[in-house]
């Protein structure tokens, strides 16, 4: 085997063995709280709280790893301490004092992955150009879609709690094989003979990330468009049960939305050779819209599961397409900040706006669909902000 070809399994194998993980909280957290008698605005209001704290640990996880402390080291560390807030989490859930310190926790802990684990493989692919990020991306969501189905079945015949031991068995996996993946290490360590990489301050990080015109116009155009997408974690849960689902149903709509997923992801390092990211980007754009616009219209359970599948032609093309493009559009110094604020934008406060006003919206209404409405709105200005960056010449 190659040393291209083991990074490409490890890498692949990392990022699977974390989203399976993931999956066992992430895909259930709102039917486990509405299961034990917590109101859905509740449920969904909580996650707002987490959304927020997300949002503020993922740049800061980035600074360090561009500065200080390997992305795997940072892994393996946060990882090892979310495997137990994931096993104690069903049996405090009569407190929601106790449920919401553990949430907070598991959020610090292991919410912020998604980014670390992107910048780290997206480090290797510039060491070893052969490897696909987009064959490790699709991996993770091909087991996604297992574990999801898997989960699903599992909560419905033996509980929440068995969900999450299985979820934490496959963390610990996943950590046992980054032990074993190369590391990167922070950039004032990587010396050459005569050079050592330049360590920028925090300011001068904020001021080539704000100096960027393209990179903040993919920053503000993704936000609006996981604004609404954000929506669907927290909120198909809830149309899936009005619908007349149960927890195997949440677990067949998140599996078939991670399926959906994998050609996208499989295909896209030899799409970008033929397409240029920019449109590739606001393609996706397009597919976000109409993904959220069809949920409100559909009629029942089986309608909007198979809409879903939209997901393998908005987030499966827009999220390795940002990364790559994302690579060649900001410095190396500021690459694994820069990576993680764009994750902490897109799944971190736009979750927090998105779940504050979907909450709002089901509060004040009683009818989820609305919150699809908001949504779809939200993806339609920016659909609009990319097409104004492709007429003004803003992209790269």
Known sequence: MTKT????????????????????????????LTDYGYAS????????????????????????????????KVYIALTICALPTMVLLPHVLFSPALTMALMLLFTIFMVQMPGLLDAWVIGLTNRYPQVNYGLCRGS?????????????????????????????????????????????PPHKKQITSQVRVKQVSTRETLHLMAANKTYI????????????????????PVLTKQLGGDSGDVGTVFALIA???????????????HIPARKVIVFAALFYLMRLFLTVLSPNYTMMLLVQMFQGL??????????SYLNKIVEEEIRSTAIMTFSSVTLGISSIFGNAIGTLILS?????????????????????????????????
């Open 314 to 323: 908005s987030f499966a093309v827009i999220w390795p397409a940002a990364m």
């Open 5 to 32: 070809h083991e990074i490409q399994l490890k890498g692949a194998l990392v990022q699977s063995l974390f989203w399976g993980s993931y999956c066992a909280y992430s895909s259930f957290i709102v039917t486990m």
């Open 217 to 236: 116009l993919l920053l503000v155009m993704s936000f609006l468009l996981f604004l609404g997408s954000s929506c669907c974690g927290s909120f198909l």
């Open 259 to 273: 399926i959906s997923e994998v050609p996208a992801m499989f295909l896209m390092q030899a799409i970008l050779r």
């Open 140 to 184: 993770s969501s091909l087991l996604f879609a297992f574990t999801a189905q898997l989960m699903g079945t599992l909560t419905t015949a033996l509980g929440h709690g068995a969900r999450m031991w299985v979820g934490a068995v496959i963390g610990f996996a996943s950590i046992v094989v980054a032990c074993l993946l190369e590391e990167i």
């Open 364 to 396: 004040a209404t009683g009818n989820v669909r609305l919150v699809f409405v908001f949504a779809s709105v939200s993806a339609a200005v920016g659909l609009t902000l990319g097409l104004f960056g492709l007429a003004r010449k803003i992209w790269k």
């Open 41 to 72: 605005a509740t449920a969904t209001a909580m996650m707002t709280a987490t959304s927020v704290l997300s949002f503020i640990a993922q740049p800061v996880s980035g600074y360090i790893c561009d500065n200080y402390i390997s992305h795997k």
